[in-house]
């Protein structure tokens, strides 16, 4: 195409800015429009003295003959606008070059790409936040994400704890520092509502001259602009979100401050959950304690020995339970019982406790052992509850070089003597289980154990215990009497290490019952100690 006169002036008709340039830069016509964008710009003049240097220099691509850009076109600034530059090559070598005014366009784009940035943000904050349940974790994630994506530097505060605030502090390109503050909130406009949970102060009303010295980090210069959001929690307050920036640089936006909202909010989430486990933790690692295993040696010259595996190596309770209750004065009997829930994990767990409750409770009634599997069968029938469960009681003293027992099974599998020779006996204590039937009758048997000699109640996890060289077999009570035979003379705790050692090889890595068991032996010498000193012991599991 020609620049002929005609076809140019039918160029102030299009609604576009259009310049026509030859191939030394020399300005060949000019629309009304593009005169109007470009002032100064007039027919022979240099295109490099009144257009924007992109343009000069796509010209002078185009012109030697190579691409100005994807299409032919490129694109830049004119002023706060921005456009697009469409060439095309006349037939006498000139470019007429068509501007079209992209601004809205670029503006979308640009506010797409943020908002896919930010989206991608918050989902990797949120996955970082949500795989650590330790506060002080989140704490230290939130305050350095804030800081490299949010602002200069971030100020993470939670609720105050014994008259000081938690506090991690972290710079831009810098790793989080935590502080305990003895200050007041309030020094900080929004600061004090913002740790009570109410919306934030816009940061337009936060003067940044009066930013406490305890606010602001070591070495980071004076304050620009601030913003304080709360962290919101699941139902309380999780603590709050101070964004601080240098002076000299952009004021914190509203569009940021919103952002900056949901960045908190996804932070005060991750930070209340780990609060709550924490706090779930502590509760659980209290009440637990009551529940583990005691360290069970001599009790008034009697040597008792425990143990007890889970059916689930994950779980630390189920429906086996132990106690041994200490004599409370030299020359009285130390009470022992062991026992067996219908059903295994926490469910079982529950029955497990409220029988060791009661029986802790009967204590002064522990001389009648019949008395006492009467008072807990009634408890449990009472209760309402749908299992059942067997127990053995035993009640031991020393008497010379000898230990005493009085034992009694309610539904419990027989315990077993081991005398010194290796000749395991059964004992002939039997009964009924509880929880079950209106009456729960149990026979107490006598038996008597010399230096050496020991008796084992155990519950039916060993017995049932599933595997063995085809994995089919069950361990049976022959298998354990065996065992146990072999055990002659030896230390309770030894006898309990065998036998979860058997129990352990035998069953592999296959599914089990709970097993319990404790031992009870005659020394071969008289010492006379404690659990614990003067403690009772106990444990379920």
């Given at each position: 195409?020609?620049?002929?006169?005609?076809?140019?002036?039918?160029?102030?008709?299009?609604?576009?800015?259009?310049?026509?340039?030859?191939?030394?830069?020399?300005?060949?016509?000019?629309?009304?429009?593009?005169?109007?964008?470009?002032?100064?710009?007039?027919?022979?003049?240099?295109?490099?003295?009144?257009?924007?240097?992109?343009?000069?220099?796509?010209?002078?691509?185009?012109?030697?003959?190579?691409?100005?850009?994807?299409?032919?076109?490129?694109?830049?600034?004119?002023?706060?606008?921005?456009?697009?530059?469409?060439?095309?090559?006349?037939?006498?070598?000139?470019?007429?070059?068509?501007?079209?005014?992209?601004?809205?366009?670029?503006?979308?784009?640009?506010?797409?790409?943020?908002?896919?940035?930010?989206?991608?943000?918050?989902?990797?904050?949120?996955?970082?936040?949500?795989?650590?349940?330790?506060?002080?974790?989140?704490?230290?994630?939130?305050?350095?994400?804030?800081?490299?994506?949010?602002?200069?530097?971030?100020?993470?505060?939670?609720?105050?704890?014994?008259?000081?605030?938690?506090?991690?502090?972290?710079?831009?390109?810098?790793?989080?520092?935590?502080?305990?503050?003895?200050?007041?909130?309030?020094?900080v406009p929004g600061l004090a509502e913002a740790l009570q949970g109410f919306?934030?102060?816009?940061?337009?009303?936060?003067?940044?001259?009066?930013?406490?010295?305890?606010?602001?980090?070591?070495?980071?210069?004076?304050?620009?602009?601030?913003?304080?959001?709360?962290?919101?929690?699941?139902?309380?307050?999780?603590?709050?979100?101070?964004?601080?920036?240098?002076?000299?640089?952009?004021?914190?936006?509203?569009?940021?401050?919103?952002?900056?909202?949901?960045?908190?909010?996804?932070?005060?989430?991750?930070?209340?959950?780990?609060?709550?486990?924490?706090?779930?933790?502590?509760?659980?690692?209290?009440?637990?304690?009551?529940?583990?295993?005691?360290?069970?040696?001599?009790?008034?010259?009697?040597?008792?020995?425990?143990?007890?595996?889970?059916?689930?190596?994950?779980?630390?309770?189920?429906?086996?339970?132990?106690?041994?209750?200490?004599?409370?004065?030299?020359?009285?009997?130390?009470?022992?019982?062991?026992?067996?829930?219908?059903?295994?994990?926490?469910?079982?767990?529950?029955?497990?406790?409220?029988?060791?409750?009661?029986?802790?409770?009967?204590?002064?009634?522990?001389?009648?052992?019949?008395?006492?599997?009467?008072?807990?069968?009634?408890?449990?029938?009472?209760?309402?509850?749908?299992?059942?469960?067997?127990?053995?009681?035993?009640?031991?003293?020393?008497?010379?070089?000898?230990?005493?027992?009085?034992?009694?099974?309610?539904g419990h599998p027989p315990t077993l003597i081991v005398r010194a020779d290796?000749?395991?006996?059964?004992?002939?204590?039997?009964?009924?289980?509880?929880?079950?039937?209106?009456?729960?009758?149990?026979?107490?048997?006598?038996?008597?154990?010399?230096?050496?000699?020991?008796?084992?109640?155990?519950?039916?996890?060993?017995?049932?215990?599933?595997?063995?060289?085809?994995?089919?077999?069950?361990?049976?009570?022959?298998?354990?009497?065996?065992?146990?035979?072999?055990?002659?003379?030896?230390?309770?705790?030894?006898?309990?290490?065998?036998?979860?050692?058997?129990?352990?090889?035998?069953?592999?890595?296959?599914?089990?019952?709970?097993?319990?068991?404790?031992?009870?032996?005659?020394?071969?010498?008289?010492?006379?100690?404690?659990?614990?000193?003067?403690?009772?012991?106990?444990?379920?599991?």
């Open positions: 195409m020609s620049s002929t006169a005609p076809a140019l002036e039918a160029l102030s008709l299009v609604p576009y800015p259009v310049l026509v340039v030859d191939g030394a830069g020399v300005v060949c016509h000019v629309t009304p429009k593009a005169a109007a964008l470009f002032p100064g710009l007039h027919r022979g003049g240099s295109l490099g003295e009144s257009v924007p240097a992109w343009l000069t220099e796509a010209h002078t691509r185009r012109a030697t003959g190579g691409a100005a850009g994807e299409h032919g076109s490129v694109s830049g600034p004119v002023g706060e606008r921005s456009f697009e530059a469409h060439p095309t090559v006349q037939d006498d070598g000139n470019v007429m070059w068509w501007l079209v005014d992209d601004t809205d366009h670029q503006l979308a784009r640009q506010a797409l790409q943020e908002e896919r940035e930010r989206t991608a943000f918050l989902t990797e904050a949120s996955n970082t936040l949500l795989s650590s349940l330790n506060l002080e974790r989140c704490m230290d994630v939130t305050a350095q994400l804030a800081a490299e994506h949010l602002a200069d530097a971030a100020v993470v505060i939670a609720p105050r704890s014994a008259h000081r605030l938690p506090v991690v502090i972290c710079l831009r390109g810098g790793r989080p520092q935590r502080f305990q503050w003895d200050v007041d909130p309030a020094e919306p934030p102060v816009p940061s337009r009303w936060i003067d940044p001259a009066y930013a406490p010295e305890w606010l602001v980090p070591e070495g980071f210069g004076p304050v620009g602009s601030i913003v304080v959001t709360p962290l919101p929690g699941h139902g309380v307050p999780a603590g709050a979100l101070v964004l601080l920036r240098r002076s000299g640089e952009t004021a914190f936006t509203d569009g940021e401050e919103v952002f900056a909202r949901l960045f908190a909010a996804r932070s005060g989430a991750a930070m209340s959950a780990a609060r709550l486990y924490a706090e779930q933790s502590s509760i659980t690692q209290t009440l637990m304690q009551d529940l583990l295993p005691p360290t069970l040696k001599q009790i008034s010259g009697v040597d008792f020995a425990g143990g007890y595996r889970a059916s689930k190596d994950h779980e630390r309770i189920g429906g086996d339970f132990y106690d041994v209750h200490p004599a409370s004065t030299a020359g009285e009997e130390t009470f022992a019982v062991l026992g067996d829930v219908c059903g295994k994990g926490m469910e079982a767990a529950v029955l497990t406790g409220k029988i060791r409750n009661t029986l802790q409770a009967l204590l002064p009634m522990a001389e009648d052992h019949q008395r006492m599997i009467d008072l807990l069968n009634g408890a449990l029938l009472s209760s309402h509850h749908t299992r059942f469960a067997t127990l053995v009681m035993a009640s031991a003293v020393r008497e010379g070089g000898n230990v005493r027992l009085r034992l009694t099974s309610a290796g000749t395991v006996e059964e004992s002939r204590a039997r009964g009924t289980l509880v929880g079950t039937f209106e009456k729960a009758p149990a026979a107490t048997v006598h038996e008597t154990l010399a230096p050496g000699e020991f008796c084992v109640l155990f519950t039916d996890g060993f017995a049932e215990a599933k595997g063995g060289p085809l994995g089919d077999e069950y361990f049976g009570e022959a298998r354990l009497k065996a065992a146990l035979s072999h055990c002659a003379g030896m230390p309770a705790e030894a006898v309990v290490e065998h036998m979860q050692m058997l129990a352990s090889q035998w069953v592999g890595s296959r599914t089990h019952d709970d097993m319990a068991v404790i031992v009870i032996a005659a020394p071969r010498s008289h010492h006379l100690s404690a659990v614990d000193g003067h403690t009772r012991g106990r444990f379920t599991a």
